[in-house]
């Protein structure tokens, strides 16, 4: 006999009753293995946290192949699965946890994250009801709610159910911050006043100053915004006066996601406003964060008919805005061309931000008067802030200069501030 073979036959006696006393040993524990599936729950766990989800999967499928009722481990595998997009599969698990414990907090908190993360709002609204009649004061579920319900623009129900959340904790940070948001969740209107202010110096001419006064009163409805709007005007050339005052509606009708209207009329009955305003414009987003529109103004003066044809083309990008667009006029003397750049920063929310403009060609960026056309070509560059100095609060202010050929090589300067002061009206939740 080779001296391998026989130290192996040698090992195999010594090792097989070891081997036999083990697997008795074993099988003499108890059957439950509790403190085992607990360690490999907390590993599950710990690897979660890692971002090692395929590992946590793993360790979880074999626990429940030995203990198929572990409910904390079973929900755990559902969110690994929620965490990879696997969301009818992390359903199954979820429900089938709360087929068999429907009081099961965990449970019903995942498949309210599964149900609100995919858009299915009263699926989730549902579940925290369910939920609640377990639970009535439990937290997660009230604010969970509290979020779906300012989803689904709910405020009053919202309210209520954030007003439960405080009263249970008031010190409940979240639920402060929502009842918050809340507060200033539905605006019923907005009133702006708003002066405005041009001067303007011809070479070799005098100094006219224009004064133009707003006040608006603008709402929300459901077929989109409505704005009324009363303008005064006051136009000083050396020592002669004209006053006057016109009257604006604007519409902004929303027809879709993405798609929406302007519609302005306007009518005066004194001389330095046109008699009848007309505008509209079609607005429409396009893919990439662009937005597209195309429109046309018409000003009836008394002694001139007015067509302006415009457009724009906008482009998001970040926390900025870019905006290009052109202006055809047709009057009297023929046709002309303008264009203007704007771009703007925002600063935490579309009520707060910087803008840059610069714009060339006879057309201004705001028509009021008729003088506003007649001029031959201009250079302009302006600064616009816009600032929220409460919820209810804004204010604005721009500031321009423009270079202006009034007649053939004849030129003038011209400044123009404006301010805008605009307080938001909204709906009180009890």
């Not at 993360?117 to 604010?143: I, M, R």
């Not at 948001?181 to 209107?189: D, G, Q």
């Not at 061309?337 to 931000?353: E, M, T």
């Not at 006879?362 to 003088?371: A, G, Q, T």
């Amino acid at each position: 006999m080779k001296p391998s073979r026989l130290w192996t036959q040698i090992f195999l006696i010594f090792l097989l009753p070891v081997l036999s006393l083990s697997i008795y040993a074993i099988n003499q524990q108890p059957q439950g293995k509790s403190f085992d599936s607990d360690e490999l729950f907390a590993r599950a766990r710990t690897l979660a946290r890692e971002g090692k989800r395929q590992e946590a999967r793993d360790i979880c499928t074999a626990i429940l192949e030995q203990k198929p009722s572990y409910h904390g481990v079973r929900v755990l595998l559902g969110r690994l699965y929620l965490w990879d997009k696997d969301y009818d599969q992390a359903r199954r698990e979820f429900l089938r946890v709360l087929e068999e414990k429907p009081d099961f907090q965990g449970a019903r908190n995942a498949i309210i994250d599964a149900e609100y993360w995919t858009d299915h709002y009263q699926s989730a609204l549902k579940h925290c009801n369910k939920g609640l009649v377990f639970s009535p004061d439990y937290e997660d579920f009230l604010l969970k709610k509290t979020r779906i319900l300012i989803k689904i623009e709910d405020y009053k129900q919202a309210s209520n159910t954030v007003h439960r959340l405080i009263n249970i904790n008031p010190a409940h940070e979240d639920g402060l911050r929502l009842l918050e948001r809340i507060k200033y969740s539905t605006e019923l209107f907005r009133i702006s006043q708003r002066y405005r202010f041009d001067g303007l110096k011809r070479d070799g001419g005098d100094f006219r100053s224009w004064h133009l006064a707003a006040l608006e009163l603008s709402t929300i409805t459901s077929m989109g915004t409505l704005i009324g709007r009363l303008n005064y005007g006051s136009r000083t050339f050396g020592s002669e006066a004209k006053n006057g005052t016109q009257f604006e509606v604007d519409v902004y009708p929303k027809f879709k996601e993405g798609l929406y209207a302007y519609l302005n009329a306007g009518y005066s009955s004194d001389s330095i406003f046109p008699k009848y305003r007309f505008g509209s414009e079609l607005y429409m987003s396009l893919p990439s964060s662009f937005e597209f529109s195309a429109g046309i103004r018409y000003l009836d003066f008394s002694s001139s008919n007015v067509f302006i044809y415009t457009g724009s083309v906008g482009k998001y990008y970040k926390n900025y805005w870019f905006s290009l667009r052109p202006f055809i006029t047709s009057k009297s003397t023929g046709l002309s061309i303008s264009s203007l750049l704007l771009v703007r920063k925002y600063i935490r929310s579309r009520d707060n931000y910087l803008g840059f403009l610069f714009g060339f060609g006879s057309s201004p960026v705001e028509i009021f008067y008729l003088e506003d056309i007649e001029r031959l070509n201009s250079f302009k560059l302006g600064l616009e802030v816009m600032r929220e100095l409460s919820r209810s609060i804004v204010i604005k202010c721009f500031v321009r200069f423009e270079r202006e050929e009034h007649i053939h090589n004849k030129f003038g300067n011209r400044f123009t501030i404006s301010l805008r002061l605009e307080e938001r009206i909204f709906r009180k939740y009890k």
